[in-house]
Every structure is written in C-alpha cells, then in structure tokens.
C-alpha cells in the first residue's frame, strides 16, 4: 500500500443524538497541523543552515588556508563540528516529532548523510595518522573523498526535503535560501581561488608546525 501524499490529523465526530446533539464523548487530543508544519520549518532551517552554510565555509578553510594560517585547522575543526551537532539536532527533532510522516526516501539519505558525517567526524578526531605516518596520505583521500560523497547526498536531501514540505506549505523561501547558499558557495571558492595566491603564506608552524634540530629547514637557516 502507498503512502498518502496529503496528510490531515484531527478528531471527527461520528455520534449523534436524536436531538442532533452530538456525543463528544472523552476528549481526543489533536495534532495541529500547524505544529507539524513548524516542526518541518525548524528541521529544514537547521539542515539549510548546517549543509548549505557551515560546511561549505569549512570545506573553504581546508582548501585554501592550510598554507595561510597555522589556526585553520581549529577553525575547520570547529565550524564542521558545529555543523554536525545542528545536523544531528535536526535530524532528531524530525524523526520525533514527524509522527510517521517523513517521506521514505528522505529518510534514508537523511539516515545515511547522518551516520556517515558522525563516523568521518570521529576518525577525523581520534583515527588521523600523525603527520609523518605512511597511511596519511591514504587516510587524507578516504576523508576528502568521503567529505564529497555526504555533501552532495545532503545537498541532494535539502531539495527533496523541501518537495515533501511543499506538501503542507510554502517552500518557495526554501528554494531561494538553498539557492542562494549553493550560489554563495560557488562564488566564495571562485573568489578565494583568486585571491587566495596574492596572500603571502603564514611564516613558521604552518609550513614545518614543529621542526626538529636535524631538520632540513633548520640545517638550511643554519
């Protein structure tokens, strides 16, 4: 059986009396439809926040300021995990409060992006190799590659969540929001590939953040 596109939740009274008084009988609580349509908003204005905002700009910072700055890891760090506890939050929010009513296929993506951007989180925390180690390499592919593949499952989610909210509201300030944020992103990593090569690179920890006496470099100064 097929899931019904329309959805309407209230109470209906089915008792009359001879007199056309109607039988209420016990009180039945009712979901307000508006209160489902906020839950939406909320989860849609937090992913739209979270995917279309935060992770572009930490994408940005991993990018093109590793050779600028020797904090871009911290920011990279912090705004992605940000990121990650708004998605989360979301996430939670609508898998409580949807009573049944998130459309499958939003659902398992939404289900996938989750997972996967907690487990790349937390090898990126506690799994990195060090610096010198063989498998960095090997664990800086896994880990970008990864990065693209939940981007663009979460992307992809943001344009399907707003067609099952379209469902029950408005959405065309979604649209704009997610277009826009998308547009935004394109221009941020066109303008910073730009001016990003006129900047002159951080001196010291971000090129060597720990060089050793025997080092190359120091040898060199020396």
């Given at each position: 059986?097929s899931?019904?596109?329309?959805r309407?939740?209230?109470?209906i009274?089915?008792?009359?009396?001879e007199?056309?008084?109607?039988?209420t009988g016990?009180d039945?609580?009712?979901?307000s439809?508006n209160?489902?349509?906020?839950?939406?908003n909320?989860?849609?204005?937090?992913?739209?926040t979270?995917?279309i905002f935060?992770v572009?700009?930490?994408i940005?910072m991993?990018?093109?300021?590793?050779q600028?700055?020797?904090?871009?890891f911290d920011?990279?760090r912090i705004?992605?995990g940000t990121?990650?506890i708004?998605?989360?939050a979301s996430?939670?929010?609508?898998?409580?409060?949807s009573v049944g009513?998130?459309?499958?296929?939003?659902l398992v993506?939404?289900?996938i992006v989750t997972?996967l951007?907690?487990?790349?989180?937390?090898?990126a925390t506690?799994f990195?190799?060090?610096?010198?180690?063989r498998r960095r390499k090997?664990?800086?592919?896994?880990h970008?590659?990864?990065a693209?593949?939940?981007?663009?499952?979460?992307v992809?989610?943001c344009?399907?969540g707003r067609n099952?909210?379209?469902e029950?509201?408005?959405t065309?300030?979604f649209?704009?929001v997610i277009?826009?944020?998308l547009?935004?992103?394109?221009?941020?990593?066109i303008?910073?590939l730009?001016?990003?090569?006129?900047f002159?690179?951080?001196?010291g920890r971000?090129a060597?953040p720990?060089?050793?006496?025997?080092?190359?470099?120091?040898?060199a100064?020396e």
């Amino acid at each position: 059986m097929s899931r019904h596109s329309q959805r309407f939740y209230g109470s209906i009274q089915l008792l009359e009396g001879e007199n056309g008084d109607v039988d209420t009988g016990e009180d039945i609580p009712e979901l307000s439809s508006n209160r489902y349509t906020n839950v939406f908003n909320a989860h849609g204005a937090l992913m739209v926040t979270a995917w279309i905002f935060l992770v572009p700009l930490g994408i940005i910072m991993a990018r093109y300021f590793r050779q600028k700055t020797d904090r871009w890891f911290d920011i990279h760090r912090i705004v992605q995990g940000t990121a990650i506890i708004i998605s989360l939050a979301s996430f939670i929010l609508a898998l409580v409060e949807s009573v049944g009513g998130i459309s499958t296929g939003h659902l398992v993506i939404g289900v996938i992006v989750t997972a996967l951007s907690l487990l790349s989180a937390s090898a990126a925390t506690f799994f990195r190799p060090v610096k010198d180690s063989r498998r960095r390499k090997q664990f800086n592919i896994m880990h970008r590659g990864t990065a693209v593949v939940i981007f663009a499952l979460a992307v992809a989610n943001c344009y399907i969540g707003r067609n099952v909210l379209n469902e029950f509201t408005d959405t065309r300030a979604f649209l704009i929001v997610i277009s826009v944020g998308l547009g935004v992103m394109v221009v941020a990593e066109i303008v910073t590939l730009v001016l990003i090569p006129r900047f002159e690179p951080a001196v010291g920890r971000a090129a060597d953040p720990d060089p050793s006496p025997s080092s190359p470099t120091k040898e060199a100064e020396e």
